[in-house]
């Protein structure tokens, strides 16, 4: 249940739809349910925090600099009006300025001699032109405690910007339905932990404001809420009251200079059908600062035992890479020992061979051309549910993290709480988290999602030399960012270097599989195993010297298509079982959803993983993957992969090399497992062939593209680049 939807009539919806089965635990998450609010607290518009469109001073051989008052630790946008459409932007950079550095500068707007006062942030970042040929340059960021100022400098005062403006960061969930009210009353919500910032989406609480809600409480109901405040130094303390039918069940003020979370679990009776539960704030009496509270991811929780469910997927990880697949180095031991304990997939199959698009099918349960995420930072429509949506609505908790690699995870789905790790030298591991993970599962049924990036370039692996020595200079203990941006075409590396290059993946695949074996301990020793559903998988796989590509995923063929799956849950899902049959991640959702709750949604296009594995016809069921606006569409289906590529997609250009492909395109999975020599196909077997794909193509432009809320806001994608995260290739590719 989403906000946006008659908040009434999906309650009576829910209710319904359990009459024909065993009810289901049922739990609300407030911040989706402010349509079917009975009160709502009043909130002003942002205002602009600072804002110059005055002329720069004359100064060719200097540089310009005008400066803004910032709250410290509070998160802006800053902007600056470009004059052209295609203006240069990297001259304009914002820095962070102290107090002194202020009284140092003077008035603002001045030119500046010299080196520029206080200490870089970075460059803005230009967007595209605007439907009036203008464009801005801007950057998303925080200062630090002791900083009270930003300053744009304009090298050579060139008129380049004519307007200059400072915004507060509103951090609205981008997932929310984007009205009035959600983006008025939702905040996404950052903390600062030892590890990284924990991200969670929280109700703006002001004094005075109060929300209320009528609700059908579930069984044995608990509210989970967190007391905090907004980001900022300038903070008041607050008083913080819930009550339910009128009696009050918390009253507490929390400090101005409380840091974090005041996490809050409070026993519900069920005194009334339905029950009238208030959210209030007061102010507190002469207190200073400024008062913004917030109420971090109320929700209401039903009892239940169903299992954990802890999803890991590994990027760029090729399933013939592993020797529990196979392959004749011993890459995966601990996958060997999960695949005894569990069900092996043999041919399964991601949904794109880009990361934002695999796992956004692997969350939705849907194909990118069906729900029109077909592109990077393409958001869901927030009316359709993905897995942590559906399992939050049956009393899960649900956590993502810490390292969500590319994409921090707050941007793909509405977790409980979603924590990106810090920027560190090497690769991220989850092992800092565990403790935590464990202890929310023993608390109660937990969805938790790791994502591991060993596997994905650049590979540092912790031991370089694991599968042999380097036998030249070159990527003797790495592969850098730099090395794939370098050497693109497979033609510019050496046979010697591109043995190197597999050495280096192998062993950085053994890394990874490292950090399944210390999960899956920590798992056993806290008595977990038993109640908990276990899935490793991975997004895409990787080329590795081949289809002319040194290292990559960009061409959508079996080493990038085909990828690990694997299953554990003891006495549920058959243990030392290998399973031949195509399956693909869109078959996930259901399979989990049929596993939890003893139903699968009947809207979504895979299948139930467990049918598939008892032996189950499947009606020739093709698996697809790509789609969507100008990209490629595989099919697998009759022993066949047909490969459809439009025009704008024939030609792969790879620096001084390009790869061709054929308008469509056939191979045997199975006797060509890296797809390297093309089928000729009889004309019954291609005719054939088009119908099925034809057939599938009309079937999601009949369901319609439902992705067409936009994309991840412009302070979203900023907080990305600058983190590192879009630097990727220029064609869009991860």
Avoid at 102 to 111: A, F, K, L, T
Avoid at 180 to 189: G, P
Avoid at 268 to 279: H, K, T, V
């Amino acid at each position: 249940m989403r906000a946006g939807r008659s908040g009434l009539l999906a309650l009576v919806g829910a209710v319904c739809a359990c009459q024909s089965h065993p009810p289901a635990p049922k739990a609300y998450r407030l911040v989706e349910h402010l349509a079917a609010a009975r009160r709502l607290p009043a909130v002003a518009a942002p205002a602009r925090l600072f804002s110059y469109d005055g002329p720069l001073p004359s100064g060719a051989s200097s540089t310009c600099l005008v400066v803004a008052p910032v709250e410290a630790r509070r998160f802006f946008v800053a902007r600056a009006r470009l004059r052209e459409p295609r203006a240069p932007s990297a001259e304009l950079a914002l820095r962070a300025l102290t107090q002194a550095d202020v009284e140092r500068v003077g008035p603002s707007p001045r030119v500046w001699e010299g080196p520029p006062p206080g200490t870089p942030l970075g460059e803005c970042a230009a967007t595209r032109p605007s439907s009036a040929g203008r464009s801005v340059c801007q950057r998303f960021d925080r200062l630090g405690r002791r900083f009270t100022a930003v300053a744009w400098t304009v090298p050579g005062c060139a008129a380049t910007a004519e307007a200059f403006e400072l915004l507060d960061a509103q951090l609205s969930d981008d997932r929310s339905d984007p009205s009035a009210l959600s983006s008025a009353l939702v905040r996404f919500a950052p903390e600062f932990t030892t590890t990284g910032v924990n991200w969670r989406r929280a109700l703006v609480a002001r004094p005075g404001g109060a929300y209320e809600f009528s609700l059908a409480l579930p069984r044995e109901p608990e509210l989970w809420v967190a007391l905090g405040h907004e980001q900022g130094v300038d903070r008041a303390p607050l008083r913080f009251v819930v009550k339910q039918d009128g009696k009050t069940v918390l009253d507490e003020v929390w400090p101005a200079d409380q840091e974090g979370w005041g996490e809050r679990r409070i026993a519900l009776a069920i005194a009334s059908d339905p029950s009238r539960l208030e959210l209030q704030v007061f102010p507190v009496a002469g207190a200073r600062g400024v008062p913004r509270g917030l109420w971090g991811n109320p929700r209401v929780l039903a009892k239940t035992d169903a299992p954990n469910v802890l999803l890991i997927t590994v990027d760029a990880l090729r399933a013939d890479h592993l020797s529990a697949y196979g392959y004749g180095r011993p890459t995966s031991p601990a996958l060997e020992h999960l695949a005894r304990a569990g069900t092996r997939f043999t041919r399964a199959i991601a949904q794109s061979d880009t990361t934002w698009m695999s796992l956004m099918a692997l969350l939705s349960g849907r194909y990118p051309a069906e729900s029109g995420v077909v592109a990077r930072g393409d958001r869901l429509d927030p009316e359709l549910a993905l897995l942590p949506d559906r399992l939050a609505a049956l009393g899960y908790d649900t956590f993502a993290g810490t390292d969500l690699g590319t994409y921090p995870p707050q941007y793909l789905s509405s977790f409980d709480e979603a924590e990106r790790a810090f920027n560190v030298e090497g690769k991220i591991s989850p092992f800092p988290k565990l403790d935590e993970v464990l202890g929310r599962m023993r608390r109660r049924p937990t969805f938790a999602w790791v994502h591991l990036e060993h596997t994905h370039y650049p590979l540092v692996p912790r031991v370089p030399d694991r599968y042999g020595p380097a036998e030249g200079p070159r990527f003797r203990t790495a592969y850098t960012q730099e090395d794939h941006e370098a050497n693109a075409s497979v033609e510019q590396l050496t046979p010697a270097e591109r043995t190197r290059l597999v050495d280096l993946y192998d062993s950085s695949v053994n890394d990874a599989d490292d950090e399944i074996r210390v999960i899956m301990e920590h798992l056993v020793a806290a008595d977990l195993e038993t109640r908990t559903i276990v899935i490793v998988t991975a997004d895409h796989g990787e080329l590795l010297a081949e289809h002319h590509l040194s290292l990559d995923h960009a061409v959508p063929l079996a080493p990038v298509l085909r990828v690990p799956l694997i299953m554990t849950w003891p006495d549920h899902v058959p243990a030392n079982k290998s399973v031949d049959t195509p399956v693909q991640l869109v078959d996930l959702v259901p399979t989990v959803m049929r596993l939890v709750s003893g139903d699968a949604p009947a809207d979504l296009p895979g299948g139930d993983l467990m049918s598939i594995a008892a032996g189950e016809p499947q009606a020739d069921r093709p698996v697809y993957a790509g789609g969507g606006a100008g990209a490629p569409v595989s099919q697998y289906w009759r022993g066949i992969h047909f490969l459809r590529v439009p025009a704008e997609r024939r030609e792969l250009r790879l620096g001084a090399t390009s790869v061709h492909f054929d308008a469509e395109q056939a191979f045997d999975p199975v006797a060509d497992p890296k797809e390297e020599h093309p089928l000729t196909l009889t004309a019954e077997e291609l005719a054939q062939q088009r119908r099925m794909l034809d057939r599938a193509i009309e079937s999601w432009r009949a369901a319609g593209v439902r992705g067409g809320r936009g994309r991840v806001s412009q302070a979203s994608i900023e907080a990305l680049r600058q983190a590192g995260y879009l630097q990727g290739r220029a064609d869009g590719k991860h």
